[in-house]
């Protein structure tokens, strides 16, 4: 390019006698007259130098980074909050930890991440770090108890919605009001659309139920009740997405994965013991779409789920009444054919798969007839009265 500049200088002349003659061509008659463009065209090399030198330095700087991570140096200063959600990887903290300024590049915490063996240790949860930390140092904070914000709420298996509203009402001083009109649209929480499907014919209900995943939570210091309830669903999404339920139980059960979650309500709700999780489950497919008379599904825990939601307690079958017991208002009526219109509670992982990988069997009653929980299951209702002698027997029922 700059071959192509004129910067003011001749061609040598040549001499008669072929000899070069050093000098300046006389321009327009006069001697000399190319100096004003000989200083322009040198201010312009200069220029065009200088630019050239920028280019190389920002092209260098850029290859730099290929070789040198961004990091800041030290402990940083400041304090600041940031939150990891539950199923960060290293690069989604990573991205985290940017955003808030804590550390320069994304590639300066995974390398000091990599490099600390106790990184694998890092929790989901709200930390107080500063900004402008080394990577290395950042690391080491998120180590530390001492920063983590420790707001943690354990949803307990089989609580009904209506019960975790209120225990994170009493953690967060949240209204139950407000949880209560967050759930009311569960697809807004991020339940999706194909969830609330069936295949047995019955009237499609849509409610958050089943969905509020029991687990310990972090709470973040400004939760909303949607933002609580959107992380719980996201969780059970995420857990049942691993466990590959809905594909399992429409291919396996023959069921829509709605019902299949009802069905794992039910035997956590009726299951006194973890080891009779997939037998329960097993009576109400039977009841509800098998050989049992009605076609019903005759468990006092649907009855208690409707007295607990217009606000009345709750009872053992022994303090049922017979009015109780067949309520042709209550939707979640026992006589009534089919399965209910909702699950009755949140239920747990392996009440999940109690549902989804059901024993073989063709039991159509159960009795719990130890202390510990357990049950016996009957195909007819004369092994079923043997059993029952034996709960008896035993100070059972």
């Given at each position: 390019m ?7 200088f ?35 090399a ?100 001492k ?16 019960n975790?509203?209120?225990?994170l009402?009493e ?19 991020g ?5 609330f ?56 059960r ?21 080891d ?11 009841r ?50 089919g ?59």
């Amino acid at each position: 390019m700059i071959d192509d500049l004129d910067l003011g200088f001749d061609e040598p002349e040549r001499g008669e006698k072929g000899r070069h003659r050093r000098g300046f061509r006389k321009r327009n008659g006069k001697s000399g007259g190319g100096r004003g463009k000989t200083f322009l065209a040198l201010l312009m090399a200069l220029v065009l130098l200088g630019g050239i030198g920028g280019v190389a330095f920002y092209g260098f700087d850029r290859i730099q980074n290929y070789f040198v991570t961004p990091d800041y140096d030290g402990a940083g200063a400041g304090e600041i909050t940031v939150e990891i959600k539950n199923g960060a990887l290293l690069a989604d903290m990573a991205d985290a930890l940017v955003a808030a300024d804590v550390v320069k590049s994304q590639k300066a915490f995974i390398e000091a991440a990599e490099a600390n063996s106790r990184s694998k240790n890092i929790q989901p949860g709200t930390y107080k770090l500063r900004k402008q930390m080394s990577g290395a140092n950042a690391v080491t904070a998120m180590l530390d108890l001492k920063n983590k914000i420790v707001n943690g709420l354990t949803i307990p298996e089989g609580r009904t919605a209506k019960n975790i509203y209120k225990l994170l009402s009493e953690k967060t001083k949240i209204p139950v009001k407000e949880f209560e009109a967050a759930a009311k649209d569960p697809e807004a929480l991020g339940v999706p659309e194909w969830w609330f499907k069936r295949d047995d014919g019955k009237k499609i209900v849509k409610s958050v139920e089943g969905f509020l995943y029991p687990d310990t939570y972090e709470i973040p210091p400004k939760a909303t009740a949607e933002s609580i309830l959107k992380l719980m669903v996201d969780n059970f999404l995420s857990v049942s997405g691993e466990m590959k339920f809905a594909d399992r139980v429409q291919k396996e059960r023959k069921v829509s994965p709605y019902e299949a979650l009802i069905v794992a309500s039910l035997a956590q709700a009726e299951a006194g013991n973890k080891d009779d999780l997939g037998k329960v489950a097993r009576v109400a497919y039977n009841r509800a779409y098998g050989e049992f008379p009605c076609n019903c599904l005759e468990m006092d825990v649907t009855v208690n789920y409707y007295l607990e939601s217009i606000g009345k307690p709750t009872k053992s079958s022994k303090q049922m009444t017979a009015a109780e017991l067949d309520d042709p208002k209550n939707p979640y009526n026992r006589k009534l054919p089919g399965m209910i219109p909702t699950p009755i509670n949140n239920p747990g992982k392996q009440a999940l798969e109690g549902a989804m990988a059901t024993p073989t069997g063709k039991w159509l009653y159960f009795v719990a007839i130890d202390k510990q929980g357990h049950s016996a299951f009957a195909e007819t209702y004369e092994q079923h009265q043997r059993n029952e002698a034996k709960a008896r027997e035993a100070g059972i029922i």
